[in-house]
T-cell receptor, first 114, second 114 residues
Framework: AQKVTQAQTEISVVEKEDVTLDCVYE???????LFWYKQPPSGELVFLIR??????QNEISGRYSWNFQKSTSSFNFTITASQVVDSAVYFC???????????FGTGTRLTIIP | DAGVIQSPRHEVTEMGQEVTLRCKPI?????LFWYRQTMMRGLELLIY????????DSGMPEDRFSAKMPNASFSTLKIQPSEPRDSAVYFC????????????FGPGTRLTVT
């Protein structure tokens, strides 16, 4: 069975600090996909990134970066120079090859303090 | 392009009443998903369709819940009769096709059953 663990329930940092959100996953499949979603206070879920298990290259998009390490089954998300608009709940998710079902972690509530 | 559209955005109803939630997926997307989000249980997949056919309804809580997708541009989730424990935010999401594509979420319907 697949499982996603986000051990950090809540994080607060001061604006402009860097912050890393942790995600650890479990799966028996060798082919799988990992995702991050953002849920701002307005409530909608916003897709941020999808990564497949064969691509361990780190991804950078502006102030966002993702570190995928199969050896530790982790897919961590770093926000550099955080801003108040980054305040949200962030979800990590996993799906296995051939299965469209997403298994979500419990989310990390990130608060950026101005 | 329009994203996933859900209606109503908010619904307040009394216990025992029938509730119907509606979703219009992104045009051209082949898969549609219904999720429920609560504080206690997080994000749960209720059911998903591919090419209008239900693929996995194992997350549907009980017979009071039913979902249909009569065509590629419309789906409903019905609860009959509703109970207070059904109070939650219900999200609809769509994705481009089979396989583990990213899912795009609608704004959600906040359901309150009194």
């Amino acid at each position: 069975a697949q499982k996603v663990t986000q051990a950090q329930t809540e994080i607060s940092v001061v604006e402009k600090e860097d912050v890393t959100l942790d995600c650890v996953y479990e799966t028996r499949d060798t082919t799988y996909y990992l995702f991050w979603y953002k849920q701002p206070p307005s409530g909608e879920l916003v897709f941020l990134i999808r990564r497949n298990s064969f691509d361990e290259q780190n991804e950078i998009s502006g102030r966002y970066s993702w570190n995928f390490q199969k050896s530790t089954s982790s897919f961590n998300f770093t926000i550099t120079a955080s801003q108040v608009v980054d305040s949200a709940v962030y979800f990590c998710a996993l799906s296995e090859f051939g299965n469209e079902k997403l298994t979500f972690g419990t989310g990390t509530r990130l608060t950026i303090i101005p | 392009d329009a994203g996933v559209i859900q209606s109503p955005r908010h619904e307040v109803t009394e216990m025992g009443q029938e509730v119907t939630l509606r979703c219009k997926p992104i045009s051209g997307h082949n898969s549609l998903f219904w999720y429920r989000q609560t504080m206690m249980r997080g994000l749960e997949l209720l059911i998903y369709f591919n090419n209008n056919v239900p693929i996995d309804d194992s997350g549907m809580p009980e017979d009071r819940f039913s979902a249909k997708m009569p065509n590629a541009s419309f789906s409903t989730l019905k609860i009959q009769p509703s109970e207070p424990r059904d109070s939650a935010v219900y999200f609809c999401a769509s994705s481009p096709g089979t396989g583990s594509y990213e899912q795009y979420f609608g704004p959600g319907t906040r359901l309150t059953v009194t």
